[in-house]
């Protein structure tokens, strides 16, 4: 018959003093100790018996003190079991939980960003393209002849400098057909005069060349 080893060193033994039970575990892994322990000294009492020769002691040990010893560890055990289960059990069910509102979450972060990017793009279009089409009209204007034209556009960015400098070269280049047209008013005046001092000129050239005939 084999030397029992203690309630210490075998394996269930060697598990249950090496483990540090959660605390919803800890009743059941308690109350396994007692019939554990017991289970390895009745054996050991029945090696004993068999050693001295008392076999019917030892089957009595056995019926008596080691049967129920295992029994009341497999119990236990089961019980530690389902416990384990449970929790595991409950752990994946809270696992599923924290997936949906992690998948939800996702969604609706998904949503948020895709309605801030459009509003993002409404609002990019009324402050960028809306001015940008003005001033493009504008210039339509200009290009057809009215230099009176300007662009409403009063704002401290990009934008409105673009505007300003639109407005400025609209002035600048009313200024210069003004001045142009002042020029070519002069000019013309200018030529009318040399011509009337040119039929002037050529009448009196004229007059002359007839006295002049009239006395040869």
Known sequence: IPDPKSHM???????????????QFRPPF?????????????????????????????ENIFR???????????????????????????????MNILDAA???SIILSTLLSFILALAMG???????????????KSAELIAAGNLAVRTEINRQDEIGQLANSFN??????????RKVTATSSKVSASAQELHASTEEATGSAMEIAAAIEQLS
Request: proline share 4%; with cysteine; net charge negative.
């Open 9 to 23: 060193e075998c394996n269930l033994g060697t598990w249950y003093y090496s483990t540090e039970p959660e605390e």
């Open 30 to 58: 308690e109350e396994l100790e007692e019939p554990h322990k017991k289970l390895h000294e009745s054996a050991q009492r029945i090696v004993a018996a068999f050693t001295e020769g008392e076999r019917e002691k030892a």
């Open 64 to 94: 008596t003190e080691t049967i129920p010893a295992v029994n009341q560890v497999r119990k236990t055990l089961n019980e530690i079991i389902t416990l384990e289960e449970a929790h595991a059990k409950k752990l994946e069910q809270e």
């Open 102 to 104: 992690v998948e939800k």
């Open 122 to 136: 409404f609002i990019l279009t009324r402050s960028i393209a809306n001015p940008l089409a003005s001033m493009a």
């Open 168 to 177: 400025f070269m609209v002035q600048s280049l009313n200024s210069i057909i």
